[in-house]
């Protein structure tokens, strides 16, 4: 049974069969039969005014490929719309960061577009209020993909879909930085020994060297966060900014 407060997932797809897809397994599946999130997939094609459900066209000023068709996208959207956040899948959009994945979290889900083709007319973004969005510097062929990503992401947050509370804590991105290594059983393989500072016991030195390995793989993997983190890091509160300037 699902609940008046569940996050609610609407696509708007011309391939609906696409969803739940791979959210319909593991704890994003378990999630979505307990009721905890829901989901609903709509057809753009059913919003077509002709009798060959056309949803796209050629290019204004020429060039390969078709473009979406602004005004079918925005009769499917208007017929779901309800004050949710609505997105578009779209390479051109906002990279998607884990902090807009926790303020999606919070609130009660989403209207999600995904794009095909060429994109989408650019005066549906001037008429409606969307947010564009993408996953990444790459080309895939449609938004379904990037859809399913920025839901599982979504919902592996939500109340009660992680199997213990603090699961998610120390996750890559979570404090701005890549997760430390992991290890596990068993203690050499390969010749290769779990590192001797996680077998100590001692948790004050564990968690000493785990933040030293985020912050030393992040520097030397993604220095486009470290650089992020390290100004956020430095910078002094805004309290403490004016009690300086007052000094």
């Not at 030393?216 to 220095?223: N, S, Y």
Request: charged letters at 25%.
């Amino acid at each position: 049974m699902t609940g008046p407060s569940a996050f609610a997932a609407t696509i708007l797809t011309l391939y609906p069969d696409m969803f739940p897809g791979p959210l319909g397994q593991s704890i994003a599946g378990r999630a979505l039969a307990d009721g905890k999130w829901v989901l609903d997939a709509h057809n753009i094609r059913d919003f077509a005014t002709d009798k060959h459900r056309t949803v796209d066209d050629t290019p204004a000023g020429g060039g390969a490929g078709m473009v979406l068709r602004a005004d079918i996208v925005a009769s499917a959207l208007d017929s779901v719309a309800d004050g949710r956040p609505i997105l578009a899948m779209t390479p051109r959009g906002v990279p998607l960061t884990q902090a807009r994945v926790r303020t999606l979290a919070a609130g009660q889900g989403a209207i999600i577009i995904c794009g095909r083709f060429e994109g989408f007319d650019e005066r549906l973004f001037d008429a409606r209020d969307i947010e564009q969005v993408s996953i990444g510097d790459y080309v895939l062929s449609g938004g379904e993909m990037g859809a399913l990503v920025l839901l599982d992401a979504c919902i592996r947050l939500l109340p009660g879909v992680m199997g213990a509370a603090s699961s998610g804590v120390d996750e890559s991105f979570e404090g701005g930085l890549l997760e430390y290594p992991q290890y596990t059983r068993p203690s050499i393989w390969e010749g290769r020994t779990i590192p001797e500072v996680l077998r100590s016991g001692d948790h004050a030195r564990i968690s000493a060297w785990r933040k030293q390995m985020a912050e030393t793989d992040t520097r030397l993997r993604r220095p486009d966060l470290w650089e992020r983190h390290e100004g956020a890091r430095v910078k002094p509160p805004s309290g403490a900014q004016r009690q300086t300037k007052d000094e």
